[in-house]
């Protein structure tokens, strides 16, 4: 019997408030949509297993608010992450300008 190899890969979802952050990540995870506009409070996180080969993969997948710009979501909540997703809305260019913001902001506290 082999054994099947387990990752945990910490995600971290960034980009300004209300650009549907905790949307998409609901339809991923749970494959549910909700009309309705709800703030995040503070940082939330999910999970979603996947089988790619023969390896066990776990995203922990964490929801930021958005209005908490750059340095103010502080250090702990980067800790450990693997790679973050960046979202924009595509009718706001503002929230599109601010994505280098975001990312530059990742790099530098997970350094």
Same mark, same amino acid.
């Given at each position: 019997?082999?054994?099947?190899?387990? !990752?945990?890969?910490?995600?971290?979802?960034?980009?300004?408030?209300?650009?549907?952050? !905790?949307?998409?990540?609901?339809? %991923?995870?749970?494959?549910?949509?909700?009309?309705? %506009?709800?703030?995040?409070?503070?940082?939330?996180?999910? !999970?979603?297993?996947?089988?790619?080969?023969?390896?066990?993969?776990?995203?922990?997948?964490?929801?930021?608010?958005?209005?908490?710009?750059?340095? @103010?979501?502080?250090?702990?909540? %980067?800790?450990?992450?693997?790679?973050?997703?960046?979202? %924009?809305?595509?009718?706001?260019?503002? @929230?599109?300008?601010?994505?280098?913001?975001?990312?530059?902001?990742?790099?530098?506290?997970?350094?």
């Amino acid at each position: 019997m082999s054994m099947r190899r387990r !990752t945990l890969l910490k995600v971290i979802v960034l980009g300004d408030s209300g650009v549907g952050k !905790t949307s998409l990540m609901n339809q %991923y995870v749970h494959k549910k949509f909700s009309q309705q %506009y709800k703030a995040t409070i503070g940082a939330d996180f999910v !999970t979603k297993e996947l089988q790619i080969d023969d390896r066990l993969v776990t995203l922990q997948i964490w929801d930021t608010a958005g209005q908490e710009r750059f340095q @103010s979501l502080g250090v702990a909540f %980067y800790r450990g992450a693997d790679c973050c997703v960046l979202v %924009y809305d595509v009718n706001v260019m503002r @929230s599109f300008d601010n994505l280098d913001n975001w990312h530059e902001e990742f790099l530098k506290q997970v350094e």
